[in-house]
């Protein structure tokens, strides 16, 4: 045989399959298969990877196949053909034939045809969801390996059955298998018998609804009496007999990036775009049709059905239109296709279905799980809705549920949103179990507070961040009842993990709600001192995420708003978190004196509390900010008193904690020159903070360590650590961070002598820094242009914005010391007239004049 085409030719009329048929199998065109056969076109990978499943060639010589289908290879390198007469072929195998490939399943059908060949599994069991595909992952599998049974493979469809005494007959009349009314043996003995010593695959479909009456049991009698016969069935959970195999079957790949190339082949969005072109041969998605498909894809989890259904409608109806229709509601999942079975027709028929073989406990189970929002623990789901482990196992084995590998559970989304349709028809119990479920999240999170500032910080932050769908859920029931104490309680927790995610905007917006909220419950009634505990708090909790997005006049006006309920009312657990973040935005806007006074206060009430950790938080950002301002006439004192805090917070066990104050430690030690003790610090923050996923702890790490190489002279390192400190920052969002960053990156570029660079990015954070009130660091970058103008000999202007510099109570003390070189190097070079004359003119315009004019 010299060509692919006589190949395929030949394999087509051994297995009885006409070009239609085949080409319905591959989902091409009868035109195509037809140049395919006739040497006029080479079949793409995809379409000769379907072809090789079609013709059941080996899934080991699938890779020869497909260059043999290609011309790379000749048609000789192919395993001989099997040679299968028309009879046994039209006697032994009865398997559905679909007319569309199928997709994204290459990996489950090479693992269930490895499994039917294992001669220890005689009963496996596709288990899953309807609506999922098992049949058709079945069907597929069935046929790639129906050559190894010698007797026949065999489709043996059991939806329609409505009782396991119906089995045995429908068996019977699927394989041929004639009863003999003479025969004393009952049926079930005489197909037993007629099976004993043949080799057989039975794929027996939808069983689920079977096993709520006794009898299921004769599955595992077929074993017991036949030799050679094999069990592959389809099941919305395991029959529960022994020697069963049980595969679960997941949704369809659906790509995590949102770019069209090289994401579609092989996963949930290939079977959208091909059902769309079989719904409307008009239908042609293009580049901005891809998010919504993908979301599309997320909403129905790559379940098979749900893609198919919603395809259906893009003949009326945009891709983003129907994504917005399935938010909506599940009516819209569902199709008038004839040839669909009635209960694939609609995702409420695959659920009524499911849902009718529960037991009235049974659904009210269900009921209070599906107010879970992304997944739940087994002790929530006690709690929340009384169940118990066995429940909760039933429900995974009715694939009504899912159980992942790190122990959480969680309802398909459509699964969920079709019983919280029940549910509404239970407004009682819908409003007790809401009630529930939001108190005991609400709960949570509060209890949680220690152990997030604790050793168990990283293990902490992995459940909370699971439970965050839980806890939006409960935030807004809280909100909607008017209940502000209980939204106070989590305030502790909330700061910092938002703080520890990055998540500064999520957090502003929904503090923002709840403090809307409270404050319209309150237009007519008078504060009491609950709410207005539960108003200081959020505002506080609120002024940390405005200052990390340099909103600085923002935080600064809530928190004296804070400090301004709190001071009278005596509160102290929240009166010193509003003392602290106030001293944070004073210190970066240039306020040090005023923020020194806050830091002390801080301590001291801390210690008045006994909260250990924010003692050693104050501890840090006090003697921090002392060594950088050489307040002290002694500088080792706030070292050695840095090292002390540090040492206190390795006792707490906090990583981030241990991170930061490692961080505020290299400071004190490199103004002090201490280079490598510095930089070990750094390197320590750095790992701590990986460690935690604390990008913002990092980006500050890197920055400091890019500091570190500058001082010591080594400025294309020092570049290297400030982009990945810049890059940091611009993905988080801080806008003051990348100013500085930007004006450190400059120096060391100006070392390196590239002028104009430097100008540019000295000029750019300027703008930045300027816009967001960030004084000290524009003050840092008006320092650089200095250091430029003086190189290109504009010396009186140089000294000019040197004095104003030296002038300005916001300027790092770093700043001032660099500055102050230059400023006895320039004033050396000029007469004591001309000095007093540009002192004097440095006095007529404000600071922020200058920046006007140099930006200008």
């Not at 609120?542 to 600085?552: D, E, F, G, V």
Request: aromatic letters at 8%.
């Amino acid at each position: 045989m010299d060509t692919f085409g006589e190949w395929l030719r030949q394999q087509r009329n051994n297995r009885r399959l006409t070009r239609d048929e085949l080409a319905k199998r591959v989902g091409c065109s009868v035109a195509l298969l037809r140049k395919i056969e006739n040497g006029e076109r080479r079949p793409s990978v995809q379409i000769a990877e379907l072809i090789a499943g079609c013709l059941n060639i080996p899934l080991e010589e699938h890779p020869t196949f497909v260059k043999v289908a290609r011309g790379e290879l000749s048609v000789d390198h192919l395993s001989p053909q099997l040679k299968l007469d028309d009879a046994s072929v039209s006697q032994c195998c009865n398997l559905p034939v679909f007319p569309t490939p199928l997709i994204g399943r290459q990996r489950e059908v090479k693992e269930l045809s490895q499994l039917l060949l294992d001669p220890q599994c005689r009963m496996l069991t596709l288990v899953g969801p309807g609506g999922i595909g098992k049949t058709r992952l079945a069907v597929e599998t069935a046929s790639l390996v129906q050559d190894t049974f010698a007797d026949g493979v065999y489709f043996v469809p059991l939806a329609p059955v409505t009782s396991t005494r119906f089995i045995v007959p429908v068996i019977a009349n699927v394989i041929g298998f004639a009863f003999e009314s003479s025969n004393r043996a009952d049926p079930k003995s005489q197909l037993f018998n007629y099976l004993k010593e043949k080799q057989v695959l039975l794929l027996l479909d939808s069983l689920e609804h079977l096993l709520v009456e006794p009898g299921i049991e004769l599955l595992a009698e077929f074993l017991a009496n036949t030799s050679h016969v094999q069990l592959l069935t389809t099941s919305r959970e395991s029959l529960g007999l022994q020697g069963e195999w049980v595969f679960e079957v997941e949704g369809l790949p659906v790509p995590i990036s949102e770019t069209l190339e090289n994401n579609v082949q092989n996963t949930s969005v290939e079977l959208f775009l091909q059902r769309a072109r079989r719904a409307y041969v008009g239908f042609n998605a293009t580049p901005d049709d891809y998010s919504a498909i993908l979301r599309i894809c997320q909403l129905v989890d790559g379940l098979p059905l749900g893609i198919e259904l919603a395809a259906a409608w893009v003949r009326t109806l945009t891709c983003d239109e129907i994504a917005r229709e399935i938010e909506h509601g599940l009516d819209f999942l569902s199709v008038s296709t004839r040839d669909l079975p009635k209960r694939h027709r609609s995702m409420r028929a695959v659920f009524n279905q499911s849902w009718r073989l529960l037991s009235d406990q049974e659904q009210t189970f269900l009921f209070r799980l599906s107010e879970f929002q992304g997944g739940f623990g087994r002790e929530a789901a006690e709690i929340v809705a009384g169940t118990t482990v066995t429940v909760l196992s039933l429900f995974v084995t009715k694939s009504l549920i899912r159980r992942s590998g790190s122990g959480r559970y969680d309802l398909h989304e459509l699964i969920r949103q079709f019983t919280a349709e029940q549910f509404a028809e239970r407004p009682d119990e819908q409003i007790a179990t809401q009630a529930h479920h939001a108190k005991y999240y609400l709960k949570y999170f509060n209890q949680a507070n220690d152990r997030l500032r604790s050793s168990a910080h990283q293990e902490t932050l992995s459940e909370l961040t699971a439970e965050m769908d839980n806890f939006r859920a409960a935030w807004d029931w809280a909100i909607t009842h008017g209940e502000f104490a209980l939204i106070e309680q989590t305030m502790h927790l909330f700061v910092w993990f938002y703080d520890c995610r990055g998540w500064f905007q999520e957090g502003l917006d929904i503090l923002g709600e709840a403090i809307n909220a409270l404050e319209t419950a309150h237009k007519q009634l008078p504060f009491d001192r609950t709410n207005l505990v539960a108003l200081a708090h959020m505002l506080t909790a609120r002024s940390l995420l405005a200052y990390r997005l340099a909103h600085y006049e923002q935080a600064k006006a809530m928190l004296e708003r804070s400090l301004e309920i709190l001071r009278p009312l005596n509160e102290p657990r929240v009166l010193g978190e509003s003392i602290y973040f106030l001293g944070q935005v004073l210190d970066v806007t240039g306020d040090y004196s005023k923020a020194l006074e806050l830091y002390s206060e801080g301590v001291e009430i801390a210690k008045a509390i006994d909260d250990r950790w924010y003692t050693a938080l104050c501890l840090i950002n006090l003697n921090g900010l002392v060594a950088i301002t050489h307040v002290s006439d002694k500088p080792e004192n706030p070292h050695e008193r840095l090292q002390s805090a540090v040492a206190d917070c390795r006792l707490i066990g906090d990583p981030r904690l241990i991170a930061f104050g490692l961080r505020m430690l290299s400071q004190s030690a490199l103004s002090l020159e201490r280079y490598d003790e510095a930089r070990a610090a750094l390197e320590e923050s750095a790992a701590l903070s990986i460690s935690i996923g604390d990008r913002w702890g990092l980006g500050t790490a890197y920055r400091g360590l890019g500091v570190v190489a500058q001082a010591q002279g080594e400025h294309i390192q020092a570049v290297k650590m400030f982009q990945k400190s810049l890059d940091t920052f611009t993905e988080l969002g801080g806008t003051w961070w990348v100013a500085r960053v930007l004006a450190d990156t400059s120096r060391s570029i100006f070392k390196l002598g590239n002028d104009d660079e430097a100008e540019r990015i000295w000029r750019k954070s300027l703008r930045i820094a300027t816009e967001n009130r960030g004084t000290p660091v524009a003050l840092e970058a008006l320092a650089g242009i200095a250091n430029l103008e003086a190189k290109q000999g504009n010396i009186e202007h140089a000294l000019k914005l040197i004095l104003i510099i030296l002038d300005h109570p916001a300027s790092f003390q770093e700043t001032k010391d660099r500055i102050s070189d230059l400023r006895a190097d320039l004033e050396a070079r000029l007469s004591p007239t001309l000095i007093e004359a540009i002192q004097a003119r440095a006095g007529e315009k404000t600071f922020e004049a200058i920046v006007e004019d140099l930006l200008n």
